[in-house]
C-alpha cells in the first residue's frame, strides 16, 4: 500500500543519513552489508504496535528511542555489536511534527550505540513502528539461551520492577510517590539496552537473555532451552526501595508480581559458572553497573522462588503473553 504522494520526500526528510558502515544504505531496493571474516550476523525484528505496546499519545521522541532500544536489547542479549537496522512504519497520516521528534529519539541512540539506518518500508496505516536490527558477533562466540548448566549462578543486571511499577501506577493499582514515579517513568519509557554487558560476557556466560516480559518468563526460556533448572531467592532481587516498601505495607503481592512477572525492563538475565564470580564483579565495576547474583541453575525442570522464611513463591502468571 503507497498511499501517500509525499513517501519518499518523508524517507529522504527524516530516516535517510549517511550510512558509512554499509556498502549501500537507504535508497535502492535493498541494502548491502558486509560482515567481517570469521564473524556472524546477528538478526533480530521487534514490533511496537500502539496500543499494545505504548499510548497512542506517546512522546514521540520516546518513541524512537524504545523502538530502537528494545531491538538493541535482543542484540546485547545475545553479545552482538550492533551496525545496522530497518525501520518499517505504518503510519495513520504524515504528521511532520511527529515524524520530526521520532526521528530525533530514533537518531539520538542509534548514534550513541554506532548502528546506521540503512532501510525500511514506510506505509500509512493504525501505528506500527518495526525494526530489524543486524549486529556481528565472533563465529561461536553468541551468548544464546540454551548453555546453562547446573551449578552456575545467575545474574541480573540494573535494577527489576521500575518499568511494571510505572504501568501499575498509570493503571491505578498504585500510587507512587513523585520522585519514585519519575525514577520509575523512565524506566518505561526510555530503557537502556546493555550492549556492554552483553559484549562483556562473551566468552564468559553460559547463557544470557533480555527480560522483556518478566524475570520469570525469561528465565523460563533459558531453563527450557538449556534443559535446567533454577533456583532463585526473591530477597536477593535488586528493586527499587518503594517496592519493598509495598511489600512491608501489606501489597506484597503487587510487589511480587512487578519484580518477578513485570515486563519491559530490558536488563539481561544470565548465568556465568561460580568460578568467574570476580570476573562479573570486575564488569560491574568497569561498565558502573549494578550486577547481582540472584540464585544458581539446578538439575531438574522449573523455576523455585524462595521467601526469605524459605518457603516457595506462587505467582499466577510468570510474564507476559500477548495471547494468554
Ligand atoms: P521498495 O518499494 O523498492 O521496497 P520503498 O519505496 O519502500 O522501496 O523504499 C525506498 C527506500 O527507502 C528503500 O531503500 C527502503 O529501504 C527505504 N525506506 C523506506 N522507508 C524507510 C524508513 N522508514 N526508514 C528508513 N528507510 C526507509
Ligand atoms: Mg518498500
Not at 549462578?153 to 510517590?177: E, F, K, N, T, Y
Not at 526501595?241 to 519484580?259: H, P
Not at 561498565?287 to 518457603?311: E, F, H, K, Q, W
Request: charged letters at 20%; proline letters at 5%; one cysteine or more.
Amino acid at each position: 500500500m503507497k498511499p501517500s504522494s509525499s513517501e519518499f520526500d518523508l524517507i529522504k526528510r527524516y530516516f535517510t543519513r549517511p550510512a558509512p558502515g554499509a556498502v549501500l544504505g537507504v535508497g535502492d531496493d535493498a541494502a548491502l552489508l558486509r560482515v567481517g571474516n570469521g564473524m556472524e550476523l546477528a538478526v533480530s525484528t521487534d514490533m511496537l504496535v500502539s496500543g499494545t505496546h505504548f499510548f497512542p499519545d506517546a512522546d514521540p521522541f520516546l518513541l524512537g528511542h524504545k523502538t530502537l532500544a528494545v531491538n538493541l536489547s535482543d542484540l546485547a542479549a545475545m553479545g552482538a555489536l550492533p551496525r545496522w537496522a530497518l525501520l518499517s512504519l505504518a503510519l495513520p497520516a504524515a504528521d511532520e511534527s511527529w515524524l520530526e521528534r521520532f526521528s530525533a529519539g530514533f537518531f539520538a541512540l542509534a548514534d550513541q550505540h554506532g548502528v546506521e539506518l540503512v532501510g525500511g518500508d514506510t506505509t500509512r496505516g493504525p501505528l506500527n513502528l518495526c525494526v530489524t536490527i543486524m549486529g556481528e558477533v565472533p563465529q561461536g562466540g553468541a551468548l544464546r539461551r540454551d548453555g546453562a548448566r547446573a551449578g552456575d549462578d545467575i545474574w541480573v543486571s540494573g535494577m527489576l520492577g521500575r518499568a511494571a511499577l510505572a504501568l501499575a501506577h498509570h493503571q491505578g493499582a498504585v500510587r507512587l510517590p513523585t520522585a519514585e514515579l519519575v525514577d520509575c517513568t523512565a524506566a518505561l519509557h526510555q530503557p537502556a539496552p546493555r550492549v556492554a554487558l552483553g559484549l562483556a560476557l562473551r566468552g564468559m556466560a553460559h547463557s544470557a537473555i533480555d527480560i522483556s516480559d518478566g524475570l520469570l518468563a525469561d528465565l523460563g526460556h533459558i531453563l527450557e532451552s538449556s534443559a535446567a533448572g533454577a533456583e532463585i531467592a526473591f530477597d536477593a532481587l535488586p528493586v527499587p526501595e518503594i517496592l519493598r516498601t509495598l511489600s512491608s505495607q501489606g501489597r506484597g503481592e503487587v510487589a511480587q508480581r512487578c519484580a518477578l512477572a513485570g515486563g519491559d525492563d530490558y536488563e539481561l538475565c544470565f548465568t556465568v559458572p561460580v568460578s568467574r564470580r570476580s570476573g562479573v564483579e570486575s564488569i560491574s565495576g568497569r561498565l558502573n553497573l549494578p550486577l547481582t547474583r540472584i540464585g544458581s541453575i539446578v538439575a531438574g525442570c522449573g523455576c523455585i522462588v524462595r521467601a526469605p522464611d524459605g518457603s516457595a513463591i506462587h505467582l499466577e502468571k510468570s510474564g507476559y503473553d500477548h495471547f494468554r
